[in-house]
């Protein structure tokens, strides 16, 4: 079964990473584009519907929305667009190497933040 959800994500990874590529082609419709557009922002977007924190509900929207949303652009897009980014996701994301700059970037803003909130908070209650 964990193999399952394993394959499962891998496949929506791939599937967002091609509506990603897709966006930019001319050959997909103006309407095609707005929903890709949104989902690919609703997917790398922090921010959800429902906020995670509320039980069962939090991540309900992730689980129906999202795939939704990639079902729906992929049916709006020509057949041969699918192809042919699918083709270039796949083959990127199989190339891919870690990204320790930006992840070195990503931890030290968090870490900023947590000591901005501990001087201005805590320091300051006294």
Do not use: C
Not at 9 to 17: A, F, G, N
Not at 66 to 81: D, M, N, R, T, Y
Not at 94 to 114: D, H, S, T
């Amino acid at each position: 079964m964990l193999q399952q959800w394993k394959a499962t994500v891998r496949k929506l990874k791939e599937d967002i990473y091609t509506l990603y590529l897709a966006y930019r082609d001319p050959r997909v419709p103006f309407f095609a584009k707005v929903v890709l557009i949104l989902t690919v922002a609703y997917a790398f977007s922090p921010i959800d519907l429902i906020p995670d924190f509320i039980p069962v509900l939090g991540y309900l929207d992730d689980l129906i929305l999202l795939p939704l949303g990639i079902w729906l652009s992929l049916k709006l897009l020509p057949a041969e667009v699918v192809q042919e980014y699918r083709a270039k996701a796949r083959q990127q994301l199989l190339e891919r190497k870690p990204n320790y700059i930006m992840a070195a970037v990503i931890v030290l803003a968090w870490l900023l933040l947590g000591l901005w909130l501990y001087l201005r908070f805590v320091v300051h209650v006294d």
